[in-house]
């Protein structure tokens, strides 16, 4: 018999909850990074809080290799939809 197969489904959630908080806790430092990158390009009125959200929505959408041209014409028809809407 195997050792997993002598475990319990609690001792599995337990491992896992502790694994996850090892994970979580190496990835602190990394967080503070980004945070620290952040307020750096905040405080040097580089980009706006606005311009930083739009910039890491297009990062995300980047790694998700989203298709922008397919992106942007559904962009251009929901805009057109919303605003016949309002215009009625």
Known sequence: MST???KS???FIVD???SLSTI???MEPFKDQ???LRKQYTDNGWLST???RTAVRAFRLMKQEVDFDELRATYRTLRGNVGEELEE
């Open 50 to 52: 606005e311009e930083i």
């Open 9 to 11: 489904k609690e001792d």
């Open 16 to 18: 896992y909850i502790s």
């Open 34 to 36: 980004r945070r620290d």
């Open 4 to 6: 997993t197969a002598k």
């Open 24 to 26: 979580e806790e190496a």
